[in-house]
């Protein structure tokens, strides 16, 4: 890591890639870790020591210590679901309120944020996106409209500003025609969130950065969600509402360019998605299914199942492009540690014509073309070293360097802290 620079890391994928328990593992080497983007759809998970924790608002850094945790201004922030997981974090030892910070301008996501979500998804029908339903579209788009309430805002005169929030919430979801909601107890819930959020260290944010690495400080950003879900170069309109890519951390925590160091990029040795939205690589067959089982996945918040398929270079050429990707991670190589064999989507189809770059539309008439490997065939979970892979493997991952053009740095071959080969 260069001196005065920050580093990022972000997923390249549909998200879920794995990127809780990197920003775990890579916590030792910084003192600041912060959130830039996304809120409570995000669903992180860590384990070390036979414990697994999954953090939804607070940066994965929150385990090492000794370190800065921040919450940035691009984040929205729900204070009730914020105080649970605070709260849960307090209960099994982990002290947080002298190391969390959160910032000013981030967003609030209130509780008829949450209802409006449900009111568009249903109004959408059958072309709803299948959000996480955390009201995340609803409060971007406030911030973006200039309707927005501010985590400032609770400092002073907070309950007036409030109501005239709801008042207008409820007009539109009046207009929506939305009545199936009842948020008497969440309020009082998102309001006890309120004064508990007080507690904590609530501060300009991208001050705090700037004078952090003015003291030689280093700093990873956590994105959240991935590539593939960035509102302006994921598969719109299947995407979340912020910006998932490097930009968002300029953006989302107030550096500029000329400061973003190293770009990790974090991808799965497949593919998964959960949600609608097309996904070109998917698999509908018995290996889709043996990938879901095998890997175990389930959303982290939503517990819903998450589509899977085969790892797509074409949709990862483009996320390294956009992102300025430097050194590449890849998770959850165990997974298919059984399988005789193993592809890799290299170009796709587009109505009969082979193109290898990611094209506008990748709905409609999109075919991908595959390269076949033959698998490993080896147990990786208890391997400590790269010289101890099996050479089916190291053959793959040279492939894929080649492929995409950046060097994969770390190896991941389980979830645990501990199970991460640190390549030279
Ligand atoms: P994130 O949102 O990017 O932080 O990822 P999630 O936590 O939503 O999903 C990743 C899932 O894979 C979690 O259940 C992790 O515990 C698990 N995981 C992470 N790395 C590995 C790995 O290398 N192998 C296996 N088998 N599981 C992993
Ligand atoms: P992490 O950080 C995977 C998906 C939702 C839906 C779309 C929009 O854990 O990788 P939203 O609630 O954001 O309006 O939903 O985005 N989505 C995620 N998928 N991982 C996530 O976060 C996600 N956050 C949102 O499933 O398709
Ligand atoms: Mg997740």
Request: aromatic share 8%.
């Amino acid at each position: 890591m260069e001196t005065g620079k920050v580093d990022v890391l972000l997923g390249l994928q549909w998200g879920d890639e794995g990127k809780g328990k990197v920003v775990d593992v890579l916590t030792p080497r910084y003192d600041v870790v912060a959130r830039f983007q996304g809120g409570p759809n995000a669903g992180h998970t860590l384990e070390f020591d036979g414990q697994k924790y999954v953090l939804r608002s607070i940066p994965s850094g929150i385990f090492q210590g000794g370190k800065v945790n921040i919450i940035g201004n691009g984040v929205v922030i729900a204070p009730d679901l914020f105080m649970e997981e605070a709260k849960d974090l307090e209960k099994s030892g982990h002290e947080l309120k002298t190391r969390l910070r959160i910032s000013k301008k981030a967003h609030l996501i209130m509780p008829t944020h949450r209802i409006l979500d449900r009111a568009y998804e249903a109004a959408k029908g059958k072309d709803k996106v299948g959000t996480t339903g955390k009201g995340i579209g609803p409060t971007y788009t406030d911030k973006v409209s200039r309707n927005g309430l501010r985590v400032g805002d609770i400092i002073d005169c907070f309950e007036e500003k409030y109501a005239a929030h709801k008042e207008r919430h409820l007009a539109m979801l009046k207009a929506l025609d939305f009545n199936d909601f009842d948020i008497s107890e969440t309020e009082k819930k998102w309001m006890e969130g309120i004064e508990y959020m007080k507690q904590f260290p609530l501060v300009d944010s991208e001050h705090e950065i700037h004078n952090l690495l003015r003291s030689g400080k280093s700093i990873l950003c956590e994105g959240a969600q991935g590539t593939m879900l960035d509102v302006d170069f994921g598969s719109y309109p299947f995407v979340t509402s912020s910006n998932t890519i490097c930009a968002g951390a300029c953006i989302g925590l107030g550096i500029g360019p000329n400061k973003i160091g190293d770009v990790y990029g974090i991808m799965k040795a497949y593919c998964t998605r959960v949600g609608a939205g097309p996904f070109p690589t998917e698999l509908f067959d018995e290996t889709g299914k043996s990938i879901r089982d095998l890997g175990h996945e389930y959303g982290a918040v939503t517990g819903r199942e998450r589509r899977c398929g085969w790892i797509d270079l074409v949709a990862l050429r483009y996320a390294i492009m956009i992102n300025g990707v430097t050194k590449l991670i890849m998770m959850k190589s165990d997974v298919l540690d059984s399988f005789d064999t193993i592809k890799a989507c290299v170009a796709y189809k587009q109505n009969g014509k082979v193109i290898d770059y990611f094209p506008y539309d990748i709905e409609h008439g999109i075919e991908p073309v595959y390269q076949e490997f033959k698998g490993w065939k080896t147990d990786m979970t208890k391997i400590t070293n790269e010289i101890q892979f099996p050479k089916a493997f190291t053959d793959y991952i040279a492939f894929l360097e080649r492929q995409l053009e950046t060097p994969i740095t770390i190896v991941s071959i389980g979830p645990d802290r501990e199970q991460t080969i640190i390549r030279n």
